[in-house]
């Protein structure tokens, strides 16, 4: 990101008009997870087709029961990050820049 200007890469030829996509956060998470994720980080919730049909959560959730657990140290350290930012975020959201 450069000023107003980013770069988008696909991971698949596009043609014009085709939609741009982004994953605010992991997507191995079932979709009212997520949701509930983007609406307390993000304020919104997602409408893609993915999470109105929740057609791949059984899925997501046996990869994510794959996965090696956590050490709870590494966890902590995660929750501190996630809130410090998250307060940040809603003392700033308000701010507005004038160039």
């Known amino acids: ?14 043609k014009p008009g085709d939609e741009v996509l982004i994953s605010y956060i992991d997507l191995l998470y079932p979709t009212d997870d997520r949701n509930n994720r983007l609406r307390e980080s993000y304020y919104f ?22 996965s090696d657990p956590f050490e709870p ?4 350290n995660m929750v501190r990050y996630a809130r410090k930012t998250i307060r940040e975020f809603r003392a700033h959201k308000n701010i507005k820049n004038i160039l």
């Open 45 to 66: 919730t997602c409408e893609c087709q993915e999470c109105k049909s929740r057609s791949m959560d059984k899925a997501k959730l046996k990869v994510r029961k794959q």
């Open 73 to 76: 140290e590494v966890i902590n």
């Open 1 to 14: 990101m450069t000023g107003r200007q980013a770069d988008i890469r696909a991971v698949k030829d596009m």
